[in-house]
């Protein structure tokens, strides 16, 4: 299984402001994914991130607000833009190796915004 | 698209009684459904899945069936313990522009009691 790890693990950020979150993978996947978890909520995708091409949203996220990045195989960024309370979650990656249909999930990243 | 029901939302039982989650699913060619289980401050962990061309699969206290003409799948936790108490996911794959996606469920809350 494919080890997830993020940073940071948590932060605390005023409202207007964005945050990056690392995503590292310690193997080569084809596919890494987004998601959000809202408090007592269950995940929710926000994109798909390939590496060399643009990332692809799902249905109520917008690149604006959630850019992302992904330059090679085993890295991805997720960037939580111009932040408002409603953004406090958490936000977790995944990766998906090909051929495979197992999706690994690290710790998370707790954001909460004032 | 694919959309993941998941019964009941809160679960109690006595240590070493039995537990049982049920989900159904929309889209008949979802093939790969996996349980997640999540502690409190950590992220969702695989804990056991099943393809479309198996009924049943069991690992140790663990097991899930699936019925595919009735879309449903479920998940069955034996001689549960303290520690089984967690939020438990179900899932299932949606194949979306060219690749597979996860659709969870809302989550189940289980309390296993001494």
Redesign the interface.
Known sequence: ?AV?SQKPSRDICQRGTSLTIQCQVDSQVT?M?WYRQQPG?????IA?ANQGSEA?YESGFVIDKFPISRPNLTFSTLTVSNMSPEDSS?Y?CTG?AGGH????????TRLTVL | GENVEQHPSTLSVQEGDSAVIKCTYSDSASNYFPWYKQELGKGPQLIIDIRSNVGEKKDQRIAVTLNKTAKHFSLHITETQPEDSAVYFCAASWFSGGYNKLIFGAGTRLAVHP
């Open positions: 299984s997830i596919m994914f909520q269950s995940l929710t995708l798909t692809t958490i977790l998906l249909n197992e999706q690994f999930f690290g710790p998370g």
